[in-house]
């Protein structure tokens, strides 16, 4: 089953080349996270991560920036949170500030 679930992802890479798919905000794209998690570790981890993606690659989410120090962190609608090295590059520049800043 296993390779089931990676030929489907094969065949959505054949069909919808790169740039006409919808864009993630994951520096690793969903399907590439999705083939990972399941060629590495099988079906089970793989439907798992495809399910966890589904459900916040999605609007709502928010990313902020630390006055402080500068670092970012993104906040899914789940509330699960990703660090700077795990947020697409282009959503880098676009935050909100978490705290108001100091002057």
């Known amino acids: 089953m296993k390779?089931?679930?990676?030929t489907i992802i094969k065949l959505y890479w054949a069909a919808f080349p790169e740039?006409?798919?919808?864009?993630c905000i994951f520096r690793i794209s969903c399907s590439q996270y999705v083939y990972q998690a399941t060629k590495n570790e099988g079906l089970?981890?793989?439907?798992?991560?495809?399910?966890?993606?589904?459900l916040n690659c999605r609007t709502g989410?928010?990313?902020?920036?630390?006055?402080?120090?500068?670092?970012?962190?993104?906040?899914?609608?789940?509330?699960?949170?990703?660090?700077?090295?795990?947020?697409?590059?282009?959503?880098v520049d676009k935050t909100k500030t978490?705290?108001?800043?100091l002057n």
């Not at 390779?3 to 990676?6: D, K, M, N, P, R």
């Not at 981890?45 to 399910?51: E, M, N, P, S, T």
């Not at 609608?77 to 660090?83: A, D, S, V």
């Not at 978490?98 to 800043?101: C, E, G, I, T, V």
């Open 44 to 54: 089970y981890k793989g439907l798992v991560a495809l399910r966890c993606r589904y």
């Open 61 to 91: 989410f928010h990313i902020f920036e630390n006055p402080i120090d500068g670092t970012k962190i993104m906040i899914l609608p789940n509330g699960q949170t990703f660090t700077e090295d795990e947020i697409a590059e282009r959503f």
């Open 3 to 6: 390779i089931l679930l990676i």
């Open 98 to 101: 978490l705290l108001p800043a």
């Open 19 to 23: 740039g006409k798919r919808r864009k």
